[in-house]
């Protein structure tokens, strides 16, 4: 399938028109507003509230704390909301409830707390003497050794040793989180923006302590999440919950934008120790990758930063480890391409420090490096299109044209090329999907997973529509709904990968049905056929060894007037027997403005492998969001905050820079073919590739431009400025 071929977002006119309503945005009758009451200070407790001045100003409803919280059952998921310390500035105290969001604010302002403030340590070089090792990153163990690399750096031909540091970003999707929740007796709905309905609903039975099946939760579209709108949420959107039961009114809160630097996430902080032995061929001998991260005081997280080391190019001596230093910072939560973003950017820049140093060219370098099995599980890859990658890439970027570095210019710009690999895990989750085909062979596919704006009613749509032959717009898709049959949560490029299975086995069982009954009725032209030779196309059933065919609406409105479904359901596959990944290469163009110290990304090229491409169009866009992620991470994004107080300062758009349209290079994107067989549906997931790899080739591509190594990210005007 073509990029032409592509069938568009079914929700497309919808949101281009305004018709979408985001959960904010639901209406409901009496509807109360809340706001956040939040302690200035990094560390301390809460001694006191006096909320007699919101009580008595006009519009006040309700208010709740720590202690209204106590009511609600314990868990890990809402400490903060049911102990009176406080871990982090700006973290809240309380929230209001009242008549109008203006009255809201205002009474959360006049809500007065006594705090007792105690020395707060507000980054990680103030307490590095108590860095831990955690047991755990993410699901994998925190340190790794093979081989001796301690042995193989010092005997290396060539040794890289470098410190790679990456900044704090924040997610900051286009829409705030928000919840909108209301009860009817002991049952309640929540119409909230969440990446995990189903997980948000039980969270929300537990602090209740009512049956799950008392709590419905909604999220049928979200304005993008990137990983932030999971759990740290849930204190938050619990307090509004609270509320609402303690009125019996609707509740609606909102964060800002400001909020959202502080109270549901960031890409965590590294520090990266890296060291690559090589021989004279330029063979890996030695890896020594060793990681200090940000954690929090009230929670520990830790991204496998340094797991990419242990298996994406071969090598017999690897040592990885990390190591968590708690702050009264916001806590760290998964961001697009958790871990593997800055991981790579060590990786991949010290490759090409490696390349440089032994005159081999960088693709070159990766190519003799490549690895024909995971070393560190031991075993075979389920496939792997990394070395096609990067031919792929490389002849569409025109690599084996680059010039000398630091000899192209054009005009007051210096250019520099650079590449990369990319690389992102294959994961699942269990995923029940319902289809069912009316009369008129119009079909309603239904799953209850969530789309925040990557593609997923058109994907599953598209499934089901191809599966029984008929055009997208004869098709209805509702996800979002913990009513609908229970689907994976949104993150870890995991989503398509999931409801892929159990879509195609709820259409292979309506076609084996719609087959039987057209097979078994005399009127038909199929009577008698074979289902193994009826064909599913263009809104007919073909048979394919005769000339007789029948429209598929006619069929079912003769013989299954009232609708037929079928539900489908898939387990997490069985993978213990092979590793899987999707791959990528990135190839970059800067242009480095030296006088100015401005650089400019001026086109990119990425090449994926990434299995089974069930849409092309929607495929290129993920990859595109994610590159244009990535080169925020690389140049643009970092979370600034003011030591002696905890603050984070410049919380704004105004202050923390994204990248913008003018910021936007060329994309030329090879969607690489690659065939998974082991693979359920044969599906790898997209949704990271991008924003993994992309940092470094900028970095590379501005060392070829100007000479200059930048090993911290973002890249700052005083890193390239007065370059010669």
Known sequence: MSLMESPRRLEAALKATGAVLYEAETPMAGM?????????????????????????????????SYAEAGALKPSGNIRLIQEPEIHFAGQPAGLVAAESLHEAEACARAVRLELAAEPAVTAIGQALQTAFAPELVGRFPAATRRGDPEAALAGAHLTVRQRYETAVNNHHPMEPHSVVCAWDGDKVVAHTGTQAIFATQRVIAHAF???????????????????????????????????????????????????????????QETV???????????????????????????????????????????????????RLVR?????????????????????????????????????????????????????????????????????????????????ARDGRWRIGWGMASSVYGVHHQPCRVKVRIEA??????????????????????????????????????????????????????????????????????????????????????????????????AGLVRSRS?????????????????????????????DSGFSANAYGAVFVEVGVDAELGEVRVRRVTGAFAAGRILNPLLARSQHVGGLIGG?????????????????I?????????????????????????????????????????????????IANAVFHAVGRRVRRLPIRIEDVIGAR
């Open 32 to 64: 109360l507003h809340a706001a956040l009451v939040e302690a200035p200070i990094a560390r301390g407790r809460v001694v006191a509230m006096d909320a007699e001045p919101a009580r008595t100003s006009p519009g006040f409803a309700d208010f709740v």
């Open 209 to 267: 302590q009512i049956p799950v099946e008392n709590v419905r939760v909604v999220s049928r579209y979200m304005g993008g999440g990137f990983g932030c709108k999971g759990p740290l949420w849930w204190p938050w959107m619990m307090w509004a919950i609270l509320a609402s039961r303690r009125t019996g009114r609707p509740v609606r809160l909102e964060l800002s934008r400001a909020q959202l630097f502080r109270l549901v996430g960031r890409r």
């Open 272 to 322: 990266q120790d890296l060291a690559l032995g090589f021989d004279a061929e330029g063979r890996l001998t030695a890896i020594d990758h060793q990681v200090l991260a940000q954690t929090a005081t009230h929670g520990d997280y830790s991204d496998s930063t340094a797991r990419i080391s242990r298996w994406l190019y071969s090598c017999p001596n690897v040592a990885t480890g990390h």
């Open 327 to 407: 702050t009264n910072e916001p806590l760290p939560i998964p961001m697009r391409a958790p871990g593997v973003a800055p991981g790579l950017f060590a990786m991949e820049s010290a490759l090409d420090e490696a390349a440089d140093a032994l005159g081999i060219d960088p693709v070159e370098l990766r190519v003799r490096n490549y690895a024909d099995h995971d070393e560190d599980a031991g075993k075979p890859w389920s496939s792997n299109g990394l070395v096609e990658c990067y031919r792929v890439g490389a002849e569409r970027f025109g690599w084996a044209r680059r010039p000398a570095a630091g000899a």
């Open 440 to 537: 008129d062979a119009g079909l309603l596919v239904q799953c209850g997973t969530q789309d925040f704006g990557q593609g997923a009613y058109t994907a599953i749509g598209q499934l089901a529509a191809e599966g029984l032959g008929v055009s997208m717009e004869k098709v209805r898709v509702e996800l979002g709904d913990t009513d609908l049959p229970e689907g994976p949560y949104t993150g870890g490029s995991m989503v398509t990968a999931s409801f892929t299975p159990p879509t195609e086995a709820a259409v292979r069982t309506l076609r084996a049905r719609i087959a039987e009954l057209a097979a078994a009725d005399n009127a038909s032209p199929l009577a008698g056929a074979d289902a193994d030779d009826l064909v599913f196309e």
């Open 546 to 574: 005769r000339n007789a065919a029948e429209s598929l609406s006619e069929l079912m409105a003769r013989l299954a007037p009232e609708g037929l479904e079928a539900e489908g359901a898939a387990a997490v596959p069985d």
């Open 631 to 647: 080169i925020g991470m690389a140049l643009h994004e970092e979370v600034a905050t003011d030591r002696p107080s905890g603050q």
């Open 649 to 697: 300062v410049g919380d704004s758009f105004a202050d923390y820079l994204i990248p913008v349209h003018a910021d936007m290079p060329d994309f030329d994107i090879a969607l690489v073919d690659e065939e998974d067989e082991l693979l359920p549906g044969g599906i790898k997931g997209i949704g990271m590739l991008g924003t993994a790899g992309v940092q470094a080739a």
